[in-house]
């Protein structure tokens, strides 16, 4: 491989193919850092000072965002100067967490970043193996089920912790399959709520996606080369059904056609910002339309909130909290 394209001094590691850029490993951390910065002024997603709780799920993606944050937190872009929380959720499932919590802690200790972690149990009163331990029953997937739990423990955290916002480390690639999932869903409503930078009216903290410009395999090569300790496993629970076509259908169109995905990105913005029914503050970000759930008062878009619908029908067949309700 030749020089690199941006130093012109050390031997080129990667190349962006969309771009043609060919990259030693310094400065393809450098641009990462700084396409991070520019998403993050672009979309006015953090303001000076402030407290942003990062989701921090002991992955190569959440510890990736933190770990540029808190190098942003340094350096010249004002705006992403705050104070940094983690912000981690042990959903319960034994032999898998437990290391992904391992993980974030010691990247919390090493950096210096306060770390909050909440879990399922302490919130919902059962942990996900309990949740999820009648799967023969069920006509929902372990992660629909998992992710309405995995939302609101992020909020509840996000509250614990006294954050402005919460910064999560969805990528480019989850951007876009998501929004093929949610066009071969046929579920137009969702699209409308993919910003990568909202807030709700009736919840205090805004939601900001920090990598929604950066490729799924750049997060991974970044966590690589700056040998952040992660867990490679996946949840034993993961179900991705359809998604996982959809990414391999993206691959394949990206690796025939580079910066495929890049432009699908710009479509799936344009298309989110035209449907968006949300009202624009202020500072012209979304703001969220919600109502507060029927039964515990958190914002929902129905009557009864998803945690709400879900608990109940977990409470309703679960073995394993039957039995610790039974009289002994
Ligand atoms: Fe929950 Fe699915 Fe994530 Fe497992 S993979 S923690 S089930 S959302
Ligand atoms: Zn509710």
Known sequence: MGDCSRCGTKPSYFTRRYSGESLCADCFKETTVEKVARTI????????GERVGVALSGGKDSLSLLRILHELNGGPISEARGELV?????????????????????????LGVEHVVVSYSGLFGFSLDQALDWKDERDLTSCSMCGVFRRRAIDEAAVKANV???????NLDDYV????????HGDVERIAWLDPSTYDENFPVRRVKPFTEVYEEEVALYAFLTKIPFQSASCPYMHEGL???VRDYLNELEAKHPGMKN???SSALEVTSKLSKAERADDDLPVKKTIPCAKCGKPSSKGI???????EIVWQHSKALKTQESPR
């Open 177 to 184: 399959q998501t929004f093929m999932m949610n066009l071969l």
């Open 41 to 48: 002024s672009k979309y006015r997603m953090l303001r000076r």
């Open 263 to 265: 432009v699908l990105l």
């Open 86 to 110: 983690a912000l981690t959720v042990d959903e319960g499932v034994a032999g898998y967490r437990d290391e992904a919590i391992e993980h974030a802690k010691a990247l919390c200790d090493e």
């Open 164 to 170: 402005d916002v919460v910064a999560t480390a969805h």
């Open 305 to 311: 909130c998803g945690v709400c619908r879900m608990t």
């Open 243 to 245: 998604r996982s076509e």
